[in-house]
């Protein structure tokens, strides 16, 4: 058996050498796949760098009129279209709208981006009261190319993007301009601010004890009012000038009068005692006839009640002056005088009993008053002088201050309207602040919650903010960060990213291109013997796999040194060529051994359900379901992942599977030739013979 496989595969080699014809017809099969690679390659090169780009034609029409703002012409159609003269990686044309849209539908250009009479007024009306978007109108000939329309789009959202950088770049400049100055004053006042922040946040927290105080003012206030208001007339009737004139000269001869009567009661207190003394001699010679004492008892009365009532006319003056004024030597002299009197009381109650003591009680009496008459000369008579001397002084400095009130009063009335007013603007204003703290209560708890989270340090950190560069502030703001790219296994261009989806499909199409320029039967020749199926499969098999391998080799070699492909590791390239040249040798063959014409067209069909579904193209995520399912029995998915694991860098585990996968299919597809090539030889066989006879094809 392997004798005749041998001699199969021999027999093909020395045919194919022996003979210019076939050797270059074979040689042409060998070269031809790699085409397929070299030119798609070289034309997805970099198809997006910038002088590639720049042939995409794209018409800018720029109707913008232009607006005032902040006392300037500003014109941001200009300064769009300034901008894009400079960039050269699109192909921008700037016409006017007429020749835009007829280039537009006879394929000139790719895309229109039109931009508004109003597009400066839009923009800058977000200083305004009523702020409007702002439009760049996009056309698109979608007819043209798909991947020109992909490009297009994105040179439609660069622009856009533009705009909106360079505007938010000059409006935050401008704020930040602005906010500069507010910095630096806020930066002298720093500590004012803190203040003020620990001042709401104790208002917040004590918003009952500051309400209830403004209620207090209030209550008070209006009751000051009322007051003030009261006391007005007094004051007012007190600025009367001729009432305050008579009232002074009235009150002089008043004085004079009080002074001339104090007098008079001092001397009359004399006489009254001198009195009352001549009347106790007088009781005690009535008393000292005791045999007479009957007959004289009501004349002794009589003397008793007369001593009682200029006792108590003294007592009575002297208790009003030491109530003016008190002096303990008129204290003395009042305990002396009730002394007196008492005594008096008990001779009239000895008389009426007609006690025999009565003389003995007369004669005490009587000392008491002579001692008394003595005391009031010596030592009560001087102070009651000095008392009077008080009284007159003191009802001169009431004159005094009635002169002095009508010097006042006329400031005095003025004061009390000032005053009238402050106190009703103090009741409305308390009341007013007391609504408005009630209004704002909700807002004040929560201003004051949110600041209790607020540090010092982040009042500090704004300031600091606040007097940052402009400029700097500007930029930030409209590109708050930057990209920091870092590619994992990372392939410079495009072409190289995309070259292992075109060898493995070079490598498919050379297996294609064998099997439907050589045959697949063997040609019995001298010194074989009988042939069987399962030969003939093997024998044929190793010519296809050997040419398969030669044209991977060719296909991986002029990627590699024509193209100058990225590659980390071109031995394992050459490894992933040739085992998917023998894994899509055989089963390409299997299906041809095995089907004849059917399984050309079968080799074709699965090549493009392939590019389809096995994430060559397009990532398997993008692509149907079904597609996602099948997707692992594809030999494609296998032999691309290879060829990337070669130029990207390999990762062992995933080499270990794409190889073990290829190998698997390329037994299974032996597998399948060998128990399936003689069953259906006899159907397939008879198909292919009754097509050939039909002279319609080969």
């Given at each position: 058996m392997i004798k005749n496989i041998v001699n199969i595969y021999k027999r093909d080699i020395k045919t194919m050498l022996g003979s210019r014809a076939v050797f270059l017809t074979i040689l042409g099969m060998c070269v031809l796949p790699c085409l397929y690679t070299l030119i798609n390659v070289e034309a997805i090169w970099d198809p997006y760098s910038s002088v590639k780009t720049s042939d995409i034609l794209i018409a800018v029409v720029?109707?913008?009129?232009?607006?005032?703002?902040?006392?300037?012409?500003?014109n941001l159609g200009n300064n769009v279209v300034d901008n894009l003269r400079k960039n050269h990686s699109i192909g921008w044309r700037f016409v006017n709208s007429g020749e835009a849209d007829r280039g537009l539908l006879d394929g000139k250009y790719y895309a229109v981006i039109e931009i508004p009479e109003d597009f400066s007024l839009n923009i800058t009306s977000i200083a305004g009261d009523s702020p409007r978007k702002a439009q760049v109108f996009y056309k698109a000939n979608t007819k043209r190319s798909p991947m020109a329309i992909k490009i297009t789009d994105n040179a439609a959202s660069s622009l856009v993007d533009s705009i909106k950088y360079n505007f938010i770049y000059s409006v935050n400049k401008t704020i930040f301009s602005y906010l500069n100055i507010i910095g630096r004053k806020a930066e002298k006042n720093k500590y004012n601010i803190i203040t003020l922040k620990d001042s709401i946040i104790f208002l917040g927290d004590n918003m009952d004890f500051i309400t209830a105080v403004l209620g207090g003012i209030n209550d008070s206030s209006n009751n000051l009012l009322m007051l003030l208001v009261q006391l007005k007339p007094v004051v007012s009737a007190l600025y009367n000038t001729s009432t305050i004139d008579e009232n002074n000269t009235a009150n002089a001869d008043f004085i004079r009068s009080i002074q001339s009567?104090?007098?008079?009661?001092?001397?009359?207190?004399?006489?009254?005692?001198?009195?009352?003394?001549?009347?106790?001699?007088r009781l005690e010679a009535l008393a000292g006839n005791s045999s007479n004492i009957d007959f004289a008892a009501d004349k002794i009365d009589y003397r008793i009640s007369a001593l009682n009532s200029e006792v108590d006319s003294v007592m009575n003056f002297l208790k009003a002056v030491n109530n003016f004024n008190y002096n303990t030597k008129i204290a003395r002299m009042l305990d002396s005088l009730k002394d007196i009197k008492n005594s008096l009381d008990n001779l009239k109650q000895q008389l009426n009993n007609k006690n025999g003591s009565v003389v003995n009680s007369v004669s005490d009496v009587r000392r008491k008053l002579t001692d008394l008459s003595r005391e009031y000369l010596d030592e009560v008579k001087g102070p009651l002088n000095s008392t009077a001397d008080d009284l007159v002084n003191s009802l001169n400095d009431s004159a005094d201050i009635l002169n002095a009130a009508k010097d006042i009063s006329s400031h005095g009335v003025k004061s009390l309207d000032i005053l009238i007013d402050g106190s009703r603007l103090l009741a409305d204003s308390s009341e007013k602040l007391e609504n408005n703290m009630n209004e704002f209560k909700g807002v004040i708890l929560d201003i004051s919650s949110r600041l209790k989270l607020v540090s010092n340090n982040d009042i500090v950190k704004i300031i600091t903010v606040f007097q940052n560069n402009p400029g700097l502030m500007g930029n930030f703001i409209s590109n708050p960060f930057n990209i920091v790219e870092e590619n994992i296994y990372r392939v410079p261009n495009f072409?190289?990213?995309?070259?292992?989806?075109?060898?493995?499909?070079?490598?498919?199409?050379?297996?294609?291109?064998?099997?439907?320029?050589?045959?697949?039967?063997?040609?019995?020749?001298?010194?074989?013997?009988?042939?069987?199926?399962?030969?003939?499969?093997?024998?044929?098999?190793?010519?296809?796999?050997?040419?398969?391998?030669?044209?991977s080799l060719i296909v991986v070699f002029t990627t590699k040194f024509i193209l100058h492909v990225y590659t980390r590791d071109f031995f394992l390239m050459i490894m992933i060529g040739l085992i998917s040249s023998f894994t899509f040798s055989t089963i390409v063959y299997t299906l041809v051994s095995i089907f004849g014409n059917l399984g050309k067209a079968a080799a074709v069909v699965f090549v493009v359900a392939q590019i389809a579904g096995s994430g060559a193209t397009y990532p398997v995520q993008l692509v149907p379901l079904a597609f996602r399912i099948i997707q692992p029995l594809f030999p494609f998915t296998y032999s691309v992942s290879g060829f990337r694991e070669a130029v990207g860098g390999p990762l062992v585990s995933t080499v270990i599977i794409d190889v073990s996968v290829l190998f698997i299919m390329a037994s299974a597809s032996i597998l399948a030739g060998l128990f399936l090539k003689r069953p259906l030889y006899k159907m397939t066989g008879r198909l292919h013979d009754k097509f050939v006879e039909s002279g319609f094809g080969e």
């Open positions: 720029n109707n913008d009129k232009g607006t005032r703002f902040q006392g300037k012409n500003l009567s104090f007098n008079n009661s001092i001397e009359d207190i004399q006489m009254e005692l001198n009195n009352a003394e001549a009347n106790a001699y072409g190289s990213a995309f070259a292992p989806t075109y060898m493995t499909l070079s490598i498919w199409i050379g297996c294609t291109m064998l099997v439907a320029v050589l045959k697949t039967t063997a040609v019995r020749f001298k010194g074989t013997g009988y042939i069987t199926l399962r030969e003939e499969y093997l024998g044929k098999m190793l010519l296809f796999v050997s040419l398969s391998a030669v044209q």
